[in-house]
């Protein structure tokens, strides 16, 4: 094995150790270990979201796509960019009041409770399972590859050591592992990415140097219709690219439960600008080198090595090394919470809740153990037999989870009269549509992104599928009409009211309503 | 009445005020009365096989009224009293349905932070049931809106009714 790949192996070792250093400690005291999360500020809680947003994405994904269609792959990093304030000033709070009022503490659950049918839940929690482990095959094959590239191991070997890397530090973390260790990996991506970004930059000229070489490739590579002026005239496509990831995070369930979760706006407030400031850092620089690999790596095989190739050709074999561990750490980051999160609904929303719903604690952490193997090994096969490209992966999951969950979440505060058909429909039509307009390459016909198809299905589907079956209940639009309001008290007074204690308000309010 | 296990108040009558009327200067707030909420609160020992040896304590709270479950960072101390001041809900949620709602609260909470292996074990240390005060507190905007709010004795954190 080279020097690279030993440094590789020991960095994913100082990895492990940070994660198991923190669940030695929390494990001293239970109670820290449990309530560990509790102490965390706004850079470690911004780290840890960006990290689990980003994923192997970004290193790979992103800069394949520049590669192919050149200055149009930046309307993707634009929505971007924009993505996680749009996300919270349109969801934020309307979303955690009523959440809190219908005290719901899944997204998935969150939904059942708004629109008040069992089955919001089962179709829910099926297109959210399958979409977050085809999610988790991504971070599979990025990892197979980063391995693949150090060490020089068979790709095939590559995924079975990197998986089994991700699957050990999954178990081992506990909360703060978890949240430290993304803290660290988010510090690399950033330097890493940036580092690369800063040489192979001034490498070429700067955006000058940048265009001018492009130019002479090809003049296309400038437009912002893309190479060959594939996507010319086509808004759809531009809007689709720009909204998939400027909106497309409302409809996460991995993302939207923090909405819910939101404990203190003053964390949430820092958590936030620190993590669009990161964005603002992170997302274009990607894009740029995926251009850069147009000029200095013209013949290479596999456009999503361009970052592992660019690294090997401006920095020497070490420090290459350590910053490619950064590719390790997108995925291991987004990998872990996604496997959690995916056995956690399917053992508590699926199989608890319909299949078996006496079932024990011992049972409950089998099946979420079991689901999480299964997905582990079904990723493994497709990622062995039939790997797809990073960036499709990631666009076909994030799309579909976006045109299915979108609409739903922005409906259930925006609109009184969305009900459960509606929802229904609205997923149904919105994760189909994006499916069948992907696998059928209908954006080229038609001029419309997958996405936005999907997104105008699934809004189609919430009108009109909310005009049949019952209407919403007194007790949901009293909610929706109380997490409409506006505050009634100062800015100071209102951040400091304690949203933990909503369900002994609601109690004590019915006591004194009883009793009067 | 007869006596009953409670948390002594630590923010007094006069402290609130102060407090509420620290962030709201414009708005005027008197305190109405005082509601002992009811609790469960359950202690255990939890051990599990996990990469590294996890054993300790853990405990958590159960809702008398609304069976919610929440971990409890600092283990409360209890008084036992006899309350003539005051009102007190008539409690929901029963002991036997409180226990499994504890123990299934407790698992999963450890089990989706601890990311378990095996099957952990949890063994209750103790069990009680008692009251925590909230003031309830009338509030007067000078929009003239008004409302009430209850403020907890204990940790002074506040949510409107």
Redesign the interface.
Same mark, same amino acid.
């Given at each position: 094995m080279s020097i690279d790949g030993i440094i590789f192996i020991i960095y994913l070792g100082i990895l492990l150790t940070i994660g $198991?250093w923190f669940?030695?400690r929390s494990?001293?005291?239970?109670?820290q &270990? $449990? $309530? !560990? !999360?509790?102490s965390l500020g706004p850079a470690v809680t911004a780290m840890t979201m960006q990290t689990t947003a980003m994923s192997g994405f970004m290193f790979m994904g992103a800069p394949a796509m520049a590669f192919k269609y050149g200055w149009y792959a930046i309307w993707y990093a634009i929505g971007d960019a924009g993505g996680s304030i749009i996300n919270l000033s349109v969801l934020g709070k309307r979303m955690r009041r009523m959440s809190e009022l219908l @005290?719901a503490l899944s997204p998935i659950e969150y939904l059942e409770k708004r629109f008040e049918s069992p089955s919001v839940r089962v179709v829910g929690s099926i297109i959210s399972i399958v979409f977050l482990f085809g999610y988790v095959c991504a971070q599979f094959i990025a990892a197979g590859k980063a391995m693949s590239a150090l060490t020089g191991f068979t790709y095939e070997l590559s995924l079975l050591i990197g998986i089994s890397v991700i699957i =050990?530090y /999954? #178990?081992? !973390? @506990? &909360?703060l592992a978890v949240a430290y260790t993304s803290f660290v990996q988010g510090l690399i991506m950033v330097l890493g990415v940036v580092g690369i970004g800063v040489l192979a930059y001034f490498h070429i000229g700067g955006l000058t140097g940048l265009n001018v070489a492009l130019k002479a490739v090809d003049p296309t590579y400038l437009s912002i219709w893309g190479k060959d002026l594939a996507y010319y005239g086509q808004w759809g496509m531009v809007l689709g690219a720009i909204l998939i990831y400027s909106i497309g995070y409302m409809g996460l369930p991995h993302v939207v439960v923090r909405h819910m979760s939101m404990k203190s706006t003053k964390t949430v407030k820092g958590a936030v600008i620190i993590s669009a400031l990161w964005n603002q850092f992170f997302i274009f620089v990607p894009y740029i080198l995926g251009m850069i690999g147009i000029i200095l790596l013209p013949t290479i095989a596999d456009p999503e090595m361009i970052i592992t190739e660019l690294a090997y050709t401006l920095f020497p074999g070490i420090f290459a090394a350590l910053l490619l561990s950064a590719i390790m750490s997108a995925v291991m980051s987004t990998a872990d919470s996604i496997l959690?999160q995916a056995g956690?609904i399917l053992s508590?929303d699926v199989y608890q809740r319909f299949i078996n719903k006496d079932a024990s604690?011992?049972t409950? =952490? $089998?099946v979420?153990?079991l689901c999480i193997l299964l997905g582990g090994v079904v990723g493994v096969i497709v990622a062995i037999y039939e790997p797809p490209s990073v960036f499709a992966l990631v666009l076909f999951a994030f799309g579909t989870l976006g045109n299915a969950f979108l609409v739903p979440y922005v409906a259930s505060v925006y609109s009184k009269k969305a009900n459960y058909i509606g929802c229904l429909c609205a997923m149904i039509g919105g994760a189909a549509t994006n499916i069948i307009w992907t696998s059928m390459g209908l954006e080229t016909s038609t001029g419309l992104h997958p996405f936005l198809a999907g997104l105008l299905v699934s809004l189609l589907g919430m009108i009109i599928g909310s005009r049949f079956g019952r209407k919403p209940s007194d007790e949901i639009l009293i909610a929706f009409e109380q997490s409409r309001k506006r505050r #009634?008290?100062?800015k +100071?007074?209102d951040r400091?009211? /304690?949203? +933990?204690?909503?369900?002994?308000?609601?109690? #004590?309010?019915k006591?004194?309503a009883d009793?009067k | 009445m007869s006596a009953i296990l409670l948390q002594e108040i630590e923010f007094t009558k006069e402290e609130v005020l102060q407090g509420l009327q620290q962030y709201e200067k414009e708005t005027y707030f008197q305190i109405q009365d005082i509601i002992y909420y009811p609790y469960y609160f359950f202690e255990y020992q939890v051990s599990a096989k996990s990469l590294l040896k996890f054993n300790g304590k853990a405990a958590c709270t159960i809702d008398g009224l609304g069976g919610r479950g929440a971990m409890v960072d600092v283990r409360p101390s209890f008084s036992r009293k006899k309350v003539e001041v005051g009102r007190f809900p008539e409690l929901v949620i029963g002991e036997e349905e409180a226990i499994v709602m504890a123990e299934r609260f407790i698992f999963d909470n450890a089990s989706s932070k601890a990311k378990f292996i095996t099957m952990p074990k949890i063994i209750e240390v103790q069990r009680n049931l008692f009251y925590r005060p909230f003031w309830i507190t009338d509030f007067k905007l000078d929009n003239k809106k008004s409302g009430q709010l209850i403020v907890d004795a204990i940790s002074g954190s506040y949510h409107p009714l």
């Open positions: $198991l669940s030695r494990s001293a005291s239970t109670e &270990y $449990l $309530l !560990g !999360g509790r @005290g =050990i /999954t #178990v081992a !973390g @506990g &909360y959690m956690s508590r604690p011992k409950m =952490i $089998l979420s153990r #009634v008290f100062s +100071d007074f400091n009211i /304690t949203r +933990d204690l909503a369900p002994e308000a609601s109690n #004590v309010s006591f004194l009793n | -």
